[in-house]
């Protein structure tokens, strides 16, 4: 059986649609098994949990069903797509091509300034994780990649990786063994690569990055819900 969902955080997803607030909502919850795998979803529970109306709950559940996170069945409703392990390790397989094109990228552009405040997060960031504050931690990370991301000046190519972060249960890395750490040891190699003007290690080390991140997450969730 499924937990009940928290309510929808008023800072989560600000600016976006409902809709798109409510689909990652439930993304999460698959993800974490909030909601059991191959349990239907109710709609008016759903939207009771998360203190919306139904037509949000229905347009979420509607853009879920067409990339494959819940399933309609006629005449019962939608049912939850369980997630493995293989499926955790091909979306961070694809995040960590596009991350790493993104820092090849990035790296004839970024001025001097540019990687100066980049280092500065990255301070903030170590003094961060040595005081366990990892709401912190979150933030600056966030503030490293966006950076970088930004300065690769490939518009789509940057949504194309939103789109994947998006099934990413980014409020619970905080609880993730080691996340933390890596957002500290592996940026090193990066900020190294984006020092030395050398794209091709930039790209290398942020798609290791990547990956070493979904390692950890795919782990966590083998020891919490007994991912498979």
Do not use: C
């Amino acid at each position: 059986m499924s937990k009940p969902l928290r309510p929808l955080s008023e800072q989560a997803g600000r600016g976006a649609q409902l809709s798109e607030r409510v689909a990652g909502r439930v993304r999460e919850a698959i993800m974490l098994g909030e909601l059991a795998p191959l349990e239907f979803v109710r709609t008016d529970k759903l939207a009771a949990e998360l203190g919306v109306s139904h037509t949000p709950v229905r347009e979420a559940l509607m853009t879920l069903s067409s990339e494959g996170s819940v399933k309609w069945e006629p005449r019962r409703g939608f049912r939850v797509v369980p997630v493995t392990t293989r499926d955790i390790h091909d979306l961070f397989d694809v995040q960590a091509y596009v991350a790493g094109e993104l820092a090849f990228r990035a790296v004839a552009n970024l001025t001097d300034a540019d990687i100066a405040a980049i280092d500065g997060f990255q301070s903030r960031l170590v003094a961060a994780e040595s005081r366990g504050d990892t709401a912190e931690v979150d933030r600056l990370n966030h503030q490293v990649h966006r950076t970088i991301n930004r300065a690769a000046e490939s518009v789509r190519l940057a949504n194309l990786l939103r789109s994947t972060v998006a099934h990413v249960p980014l409020s619970s890395y905080g609880a993730i063994t080691g996340w933390a750490q890596a957002s500290v040891h592996d940026h090193k190699p990066i900020l190294d690569a984006l020092h030395a003007r050398d794209p091709d290690a930039a790209r290398h080390a942020m798609s290791a990055h990547i990956r070493h991140v979904g390692a950890l997450l795919v782990t966590h969730l083998q020891h919490e819900i007994g991912l498979k």
